[in-house]
C-alpha cells in the first residue's frame, strides 16, 4: 500500500460518530477490498508517527498547488490553518502542530486530537471549491494524556489500480486502531484493532 500524503488520534476506541453532511469532492474511485489489504499490517508506530505535522501538511499543500499557512499562536501548540485553491475561498482551521491535513482532488482531509485527562479527536474533509465541510467523524474518550495521538494519510489500494481511501491510524500506549475511510462519504471500508495489552510498536 503506497502512501502518498502522512498525516495525525488515539485509544481505547470508542464507538465514532460520523456526521456526514455532503460528499466531498474527490475524483470517483473503483471499489476494493480494504479488509485485506490491511489484515497483515503491521502497528509499527514509533518509527514515523509521533512528529509534529503542521509544516510538512502545509508544504505538501502547496506542491499540490494550493494557498496554504499555519500561523502558531505566540504561546505555541496551538493555531490556525488556512488552505485555499486558486480563485476559491479562504478556509481556516484551528488545530496545533500536531494537527494534520491532506489534500486529494479539491477535498482537504483534517485530523485533529485533544490531550488531557480524556482524548478525543476528529477528522473532517472540506470541499475547497466552497469552504464548506462535507463530513466529520468525532472519536471519544480515545485516551489518556501520553501516547494518544492519530495520523491520516491518503493511499492507493496495492493491487486495484486507481482505488484510493483515506487510512486513518490511532493508538494509545496500549491499543491501536488503522481505519480506511471512504474519500467521499466518510464511512468505514475496513478495520483493524490491537487488543489492549499487545504491543503497539511490534
Not at 150 to 156: D, H, N, R
Not at 157 to 182: N, S
Amino acid at each position: 500500500m503506497r502512501p502518498l500524503f502522512m498525516f495525525s488520534l488515539s485509544l481505547p476506541l470508542s464507538l465514532p460518530l460520523l456526521l456526514p453532511l455532503s460528499a466531498a469532492p474527490v475524483p470517483k474511485t473503483p471499489p476494493a477490498d480494504w479488509k485485506t489489504a490491511i489484515r497483515d499490517r503491521e502497528f509499527d508506530f514509533r518509527r514515523d508517527g509521533m512528529r509534529p505535522h503542521a509544516i510538512s501538511s502545509v508544504q505538501a499543500a502547496r506542491k499540490a498547488g494550493f494557498v496554504a499557512e499555519f500561523v502558531e499562536d505566540p504561546e505555541g501548540w496551538d493555531g490556525v490553518f488556512a488552505f485555499a485553491k486558486k480563485d476559491g475561498p479562504k478556509l481556516t482551521v484551528r488545530g496545533h502542530t500536531y494537527s494534520t491535513a491532506v489534500v486529494r482532488g479539491d477535498a482537504l482531509y483534517f485530523a485533529y486530537f485533544t490531550r488531557g485527562l480524556v482524548a478525543g479527536g476528529r477528522i473532517a474533509a472540506y470541499d475547497l471549491t466552497t469552504g464548506k465541510k462535507g463530513w466529520e467523524k468525532y472519536f471519544e474518550d480515545l485516551g489518556t494524556t501520553c501516547g494518544d495521538y492519530l495520523t491520516i494519510a491518503v493511499e492507493e489500494h496495492p493491487t486495484a489500480k486507481g482505488a484510493f481511501a483515506l487510512v486513518a491510524t490511532g493508538w494509545h500506549v496500549a491499543a491501536a486502531f488503522i481505519e480506511v475511510l471512504d474519500l467521499s462519504t466518510g464511512k468505514q471500508l475496513a478495520l483493524k484493532k490491537l487488543e489492549p495489552g499487545d504491543d503497539p510498536a511490534r
